[in-house]
């Protein structure tokens, strides 16, 4: 270990001694969903070196790279995150609390096609322009498992037809992961209110404060959207409409903090 990495060692170790060590934690980064304003405050609760970030241009390679670790290694990591991150739950230390904001999938899919339109470094900015799609048809072509039920995807790795064969099932099996599996489910749409009640229960050290990060500019409103696009965009995302209803009515009722 460098000088350097041992300074920088011994002032969270201090840290950790003045005040309580936030609890192990795991955040799966769901696009679209604030996740880059949350990773900025919980990057602030640990340090580098304990922390294990997912690529997330390859999150597959990191979830192969993370899994072929050593114990002893991937049990250093107090803090993993990222898109995909969900894939390295059964290999991180067993302790680890599980955590994660969703966010109204049919907002969520108008903020996703607007985010790519003006952004020429994502996978998908190119085939948006060289085929002129509006929303309607971003969401319509099969072009990104992003786009169609992909909260049920992520979190069950059902791929797309047999989540539409399972149907229902199939968000019954997701939501049985984010309620048995999650220590706890944020919403985009309360993310301060959300993130106060996790300092609590993860332990953080320090508050969040409201940062706009990777917001998406000059996209239109929900109540905006015609009707063709509007219920396209609900028919080829019934599935996460489903999930994201229940699990607000779930944290309502069962989440105590």
Not at 8 to 18: P, Y
Not at 251 to 256: A, E, I, L, V
Request: aromatic share 12%; proline share 4%; glycine share 4%.
């Amino acid at each position: 270990m460098t000088l350097i990495k041992q300074s920088l060692k011994n002032i969270w170790d201090v840290r950790f001694f003045l005040y309580k060590q936030p609890h192990r934690l795991l955040f799966e980064h769901v696009p679209k969903c604030g996740g880059t304003s949350v990773v900025t405050y919980l990057r602030q609760q640990y340090p580098g070196f304990q922390t294990f970030s997912m690529d997330n241009r390859a999150p597959l390679e990191s979830v192969e790279l993370f899994r072929k670790l050593p114990e002893e290694k991937r049990f250093q990591y107090r803090f993993l995150y990222g898109h995909q991150a969900h894939l390295i739950k059964d290999f991180v230390h067993p302790a680890t609390k599980k955590f994660t904001i969703l966010r109204d999938p049919i907002d969520r899919m108008v903020s996703h096609y607007y985010y790519v339109l003006r952004r020429p470094t994502h996978y998908l900015h190119q085939a948006v322009i060289e085929q002129q799609l509006d929303l309607k048809d971003y969401i319509t072509l099969e072009i990104s498992k992003e786009l169609r039920n992909n909260y049920v995807h992520r979190f069950t790795q059902l791929e797309e037809g047999q989540m539409l064969e399972l149907g229902d099932a199939a968000v019954d099996m997701a939501f049985q992961v984010l309620t048995q599996e999650y220590a706890y489910v944020g919403l985009l749409e309360q993310l301060e209110q959300d993130l106060a009640v996790a300092k609590k229960h993860f332990n953080f050290i320090s508050a969040f404060k409201p940062v706009l990060a990777n917001a998406t500019a000059g996209r239109i409103k929900v109540e905006e959207l015609d009707t063709v696009t509007l219920e396209r965009v609900q028919e080829l995302n019934r599935l996460d409409i489903l999930l994201y209803q229940r699990i607000k009515t779930y944290r309502q009722r069962s989440f105590q903090y």
